[in-house]
């Protein structure tokens, strides 16, 4: 229950530390809209609504980055570590460069809560090596 509730936690503040402020709401039932509920219900505990939502955000926009690191999210709360990391693979390659950093980061997270900080590594690697390039 507690490393559940420390996985939330750290989950959250992970994406909403990272994700700009969207410019305007999305269009109602689109993917990202889709996405946009889905994280609410996240938030609520409601991880089994959520993918719901992601899946069918995944089904109209299937190379849609946040829909697939959302699902990763959820699915890593679950403790279903192996589909979790399907999707957050998937969102690395589909996020667009701005976004990169976002991806791999919790894709670290997700290695991290499986207890196996040597994969954790290889993404926070890319990550400093991003920022390394940029001065950043």
């Keep these: ?8 936690f750290l989950l959250t503040a992970l994406s909403l530390a990272q994700q700009p402020s969207p410019a305007k709401a999305p ?17 609520e505990g409601k991880q089994d609504d959520a993918l719901a939502l992601y899946n069918r955000a995944m089904d109209k926009a299937p190379t849609l980055y946040e ?7 959820a699915l890593d709360l679950k403790g279903e570590y192996a589909a979790a990391l ?3 693979n998937k ?8 976004s990169k950093v976002q991806a791999l980061r919790t894709l670290a997270v997700s290695y991290a809560f499986q207890g196996d900080s040597f ?3 290889e993404p926070e690697i ?9 001065s950043d």
């Design 119 to 121: 994969k954790a590594s």
């Design 67 to 73: 829909a697939h690191l959302a699902a990763g999210e």
């Design 86 to 88: 399907e999707h957050l």
């Design 27 to 43: 269009v109602p039932g689109s993917p990202e809209d889709l996405v946009q509920q889905g994280e609410k219900l996240s938030r």
């Design 1 to 8: 229950m507690f490393r559940t509730s420390c996985s939330l």
């Design 91 to 98: 969102a690395v390659e589909y996020a667009p460069p701005d």
């Design 126 to 134: 890319q990550v400093f090596n991003t920022r390394l390039a940029k």
